[in-house]
């Protein structure tokens, strides 16, 4: 089951890409993420890179489907292989400045369903602080421009 949130932001999609991605600091929004480490590219598809969570673990991901300022989906496995994770961020345009966020974030093989029991709500609450911590520093960004 993946956890889906959504919410609109007062900046263009250029300025959450600059802001939120281009640069690989996922750090900067998401809470768990104490670094990425040994990126092999920009944001990209195919770019590799580890997340050095602040629990310790370090986590191998892949970036696909990444189209510039629209959307990208960055997934990697863990425990050996056994778990995997995907996570979706789409940006929508709307009206002026106006941009929505879509942000899907979900657990998958075998150990899938039984990580998603055990980490639900802390995953659940990552993504929702993650997509906050978007707006929250696009719409800072896009005020400066």
């Known amino acids: 089951m993946p956890y889906q949130f959504s919410d609109s932001c007062t900046a263009t999609p250029e300025t959450i890409w600059e802001t939120c991605f281009s640069d690989m ?15 092999s590219g920009g944001c ?49 345009p709307e009206v002026n400045t106006k941009t929505k966020i879509d942000y899907t974030f979900g657990f998958g093989g075998l150990i899938g369903p039984i990580l998603t029991l055990a980490a639900g709500k802390a995953a659940s609450k990552g993504t929702k602080e993650g997509l906050e911590n978007m707006i929250r520093m696009s719409e800072e960004a896009q005020g400066k421009k």
Do not use: A
Not at 25 to 39: A, G, R, T
Not at 60 to 85: A, H, M, R
């Open 25 to 39: 600091k996922w750090e900067s929004w998401d809470s768990d993420v104490q670094e990425v480490l040994e990126p």
């Open 44 to 92: 990209e598809n195919g770019t590799t890179f580890v997340f050095h969570m602040k629990s310790g673990q370090k986590i191998l991901c892949t970036l696909q489907d990444v189209i510039k300022n629209e959307t990208l989906t960055f997934k990697g496995p863990f425990l050996g292989g056994t778990g995997s994770f995907n996570g979706t961020i789409r940006l929508t």
